[in-house]
């Protein structure tokens, strides 16, 4: 016979009540009549056991992604297109997840950057009112579900910190249903609200601040595309404190005259990660007997992502930008290498290999470039279109000798050829956003109380006008505002104060 403690767990009741006892079941259809189960229908649907013991964040996301039918916009498994827990690594490496778990801040950025809208209280931001309302109003609906974060302990189960999605309301005994993502270990069992509330308002050690519960639902608008934040580095927390803290004593602290200056001054000694830390989403699929036919999503959303970049290459401060690269690797040199500029071979096996980490679910820099890829190829599809597309091809071998081909597609940059990019008859063949596209974005999404330190009032001015976002095209703003979003996820865990 298997050992107790190898093949599930007794339920400690009370205070949980197992949803398929005799009691959970007459809860059940209580809630059921009273309207506060409509929730339940979609996420049981969608119901999944994490498939490792520490990735319960990831299992939770997975099933609440599903349940609001956000497509991933990449495949799974043959031509599906489906969230699974070893798919959502854009946050935190998986391998450092499986072996560390994950936090509330990085929970809350992963469903962001897998297309959710995410609302984020922590227990010290909120009040068990307000959380209770959530609950109600969720439980009431199919257009929202409640994650928690909470601590085992509160109900006298065995483990620490650990996430699972709401299922379900009971108005009259105020319990909550948790379908419990660790189905190995325990069932999905209703426990009060209060109780929940205070397994909740707990302090979790890995970070030093409070769990709490999230809010996930559809956007009202197409999810970021083309950016996110990149956080899978050892080295992103310095980055991070360096463009929210550093930042703005640099700036207050030095007698600054133009726009190139304030530049200099933010990026002439920055953390050596800090070219990397906006990073591009890529669209990716397997080769399929040697199609290159796009399908209507895939040029719909590479023509979004065309259009976000002709925005950010309208905007003036990409052309301040553009000019200080310019002045700094004409004048000093200084990291030369790091332009679009004779790159594209090696840009191409990059590309491939991240193409070929996703859809391999290793992550998405999980493997060496030098390993992964072969037989790389780049061409250039709808060349006379008004969108033309970059196909880079290569050959993965994974599994042995199993060799899986992988096409990663990506917008062709449409801007005058100058020293960032390669040019050929006279048209940029950059074929992904480039460091100035980046270094642009990154800018506006810092808070504009950046800036506020520069001590020339009409320069400071002249600055908070090139970065106010309110006039930006809609496209653009949206972008840069989920950007902003999720480095406030991820500052709180970091410590550094909500205020993006």
């Known amino acids: 016979m298997a050992s107790p403690s190898l ?3 007794t339920l400690p009741s009370p205070p949980a009540i197992e949803f398929s006892s005799h009691e959970g079941k007459k809860i059940f259809g209580e809630a059921l009549s009273q309207g506060t189960m409509e929730g339940f229908f979609k996420l049981i649907s969608y119901y999944q056991t994490q498939s490792e013991p520490a990735y319960c964040g990831l299992a939770t996301v997975s099933v609440v992604l599903n349940a609001l039918s956000i497509d991933p916009g990449r495949k799974w498994k043959g031509p599906w297109r489906w969230f699974d827990d070893s798919m959502l690594d854009c946050c935190e490496p ?16 992963l469903a962001q950057c ?6 984020a209280f922590r227990s010290n931001e909120s009040t068990i009112d307000n959380f209770r309302k959530h609950v109600i109003s969720c439980s009431s609906s199919e257009d929202c579900h409640v994650i928690v974060s909470y601590h085992r302990g509160t109900f006298s189960q065995t483990g620490t910190g650990h996430f699972s999605p709401i299922g379900g309301y009971h108005a009259e005994r105020d319990m909550v249903l948790i379908l419990d993502v660790a189905r190995f270990k325990y069932p999905p069992h209703w426990v009060p609200l209060t109780l929940l509330w205070n397994a909740m308002n707990t302090v979790d050690e890995a970070t030093g601040h409070h769990r709490g ?19 899978r580095h050892e080295g992103w927390s310095s980055v991070a404190r360096f463009l929210t803290e550093d930042v703005p004593l640099l700036l207050k602290f030095e007698d600054l005259k133009d726009i190139q200056e304030v530049l200099s001054s933010v990026f002439k000694s920055p953390p050596d990660e800090l070219r990397g830390f906006i990073t591009w989403v890529a669209e990716v699929r397997r080769q399929e007997d040697g199609n290159l036919t796009l399908s209507e999503e895939e040029i719909g959303r590479l023509a979004i992502k065309a259009d976000i970049l002709e925005q950010i290459r309208k905007t003036a401060l990409f052309r301040h930008v553009t000019k200080w690269l310019d002045s700094e690797y004409s004048c000093c040199n200084a990291t030369a290498n790091d332009g679009d500029k004779d790159m594209l ?6 590309v491939c290999c991240q193409g070929a980490d996703l859809l391999t679910g290793r992550g998405r820099l999980g493997m060496s470039a030098a390993k992964c890829c072969s037989r790389i190829e780049i061409k250039h599809l709808n060349g006379d279109s008004e969108n033309p597309v970059t196909l880079v091809s290569g050959m993965v071998t994974h599994g042995g000798n199993s060799e899986q081909g992988v096409d990663v597609l990506v917008p062709l940059c449409r801007r005058d050829p100058s020293s960032l ?3 050929s008859e006279g048209r940029c063949m950059g074929m992904h956003p480039s460091t100035a596209d980046a270094l642009t974005v990154l800018l506006l999404a810092l808070p504009l109380h950046t800036w506020s330190g520069i001590k020339e009032e009409k320069l400071r001015a002249e600055v908070t006008s090139l970065l106010e976002t309110e006039n930006l095209p809609p496209l653009l703003r949206d972008e840069v505002w989920f950007l902003r979003e999720q480095l406030n996820f991820l500052m709180t865990d970091i410590g550094v104060p909500s205020s993006l």
Do not use: Q
């Open 94 to 109: 998986l391998d450092v997840i499986k072996e560390k778990g994950i936090t509330f801040g990085k929970v809350a950025c």
């Open 114 to 119: 897998n297309g959710a809208k995410v609302g």
């Open 213 to 231: 519960y999230m809010i996930i639902s559809r956007p009202d608008r197409t999810p970021s595309i083309l950016y996110t934040v990149s956080c």
């Open 421 to 423: 990019c390669l040019s």
């Open 7 to 9: 093949y599930r767990r």
């Open 345 to 350: 071979p090696e840009l191409a096996v990059t």
